[in-house]
């Protein structure tokens, strides 16, 4: 009961995304429900599910899908350094702990005040209960979409609104507008000289030059 | 490709993307935490990836016969109202909204 309120401000995120998740899911691709839980059950990490929905629209490559998915979630390799030396779970739990590690998961066990009381134990659990709100949230919106019989309903608009909202918290955060820009024009100039492959273009074009410019800090900072 | 094939491949992969960036730092980055590389990346490669991703997303939005209108029109909306209010659910509710009112 105690674990059921501290989770309660997932829910309220979960169930409505997981949910929309579902809906995009089937409406968008005409694929079964099960293809979607899949989905939640195996892979497990919001918005590269929503990315998933438009690379699989796309005939995505593996290679791309491979690079779009691991660098989007590049974010919890930090998720984890912070947990290192925190973490005491051993065995399977903390197997399972690592895998269902979701920027909402991570932030609740990292968050939370020294009077919850919460042993290591419970983190793993809390991690459960929050991915069944997100299974849960994708079963019902797939179950939803799958009678939908309207033909279009406009929700191709939900992935890029997801990135227009995650672009604008980065933007808050870092106030990178030179960056971005730069990112910006990348993006149009893979998309005009090769659509099919854009995001492994535009991403290992901003990689290398994120790299160059990195090395060329360090270098120019050693010889003063 | 057959289609469930193709998708059993894309789930494995997506999954096995997934659970390296979370178990990675387990394995292997234990040492390195404090590397400058990987604080300067953490800093910016996420600001750069979402807008290509943005880019990417908005690419197969329609944008004939001034569809585009509609298209960027509801996007700016929804950056607007995701900037004022700081509420994900409400800006994309309001953007989707306007879209599929108007597409």
């Given at each position: 009961m105690h674990l059921f309120r501290l989770s309660l401000p997932v829910l309220f995120g979960y169930l409505p995304l997981g949910m929309a998740f579902g809906v995009l899911f089937v409406t968008e691709l005409?694929?079964?429900?099960y293809w979607a839980v899949a989905f939640s059950v195996i892979v497990f990490a919001g918005s590269a599910q929503f990315l998933s929905v438009g690379l699989i629209a796309n005939h995505a490559g593996l290679l791309e899908v491979f690079v779009a998915v691991f660098l989007l979630n590049s974010r919890h390799i930090f998720y984890g350094l912070t947990l290192l030396s925190s973490l005491k779970l051993t065995g399977w739990r903390k197997a399972y702990m690592v895998f269902a590690l979701t920027d909402e998961t991570f932030s609740l066990i990292t968050g939370l005040p020294k009077e919850s009381g919460l042993q290591q134990q419970d983190y793993w659990r809390l991690a459960g209960i929050n991915q069944s709100y997100w299974v849960f949230g994708t079963l019902i919106g797939a179950l939803l979409g799958a009678q939908l019989t309207l033909p279009d309903l406009g929700l191709e608009i939900v992935l890029p609104a997801l990135f227009v909202v995650l672009a604008v918290e980065q933007y808050r955060t870092h106030r990178a507008a030179g960056l971005m820009l730069i990112a910006c024009l990348i993006g149009l100039i893979a998309i005009w000289l090769w659509q099919d492959q854009m995001l492994l273009l535009s991403i290992t074009t901003a990689l290398v030059l994120m790299l160059i410019n990195y090395l060329r800090q360090r270098w120019t900072s050693h010889s003063i | 490709m057959d289609q469930s094939l193709y998708l059993i491949s894309f789930i494995a992969l997506a999954a096995l993307a997934t659970v390296a960036t979370r178990a990675l730092p387990f394995l292997f980055l234990s040492r390195h935490s404090q590397h400058p590389l990987l604080e300067y990346l953490g800093r910016y490669l996420p600001p750069v990836l979402m807008v290509l991703l943005v880019v990417y997303a908005v690419s197969d939005l329609p944008m004939a016969n001034q569809q585009w209108v509609i298209s960027l029109g509801s996007l700016i909306l929804l950056a607007v109202t995701q900037w004022l209010s700081k509420n994900a659910l409400l800006s994309i509710a309001l953007g989707s909204l306007l879209y599929m009112l108007l597409i």
């Open positions: 005409g694929l079964d429900w | -």
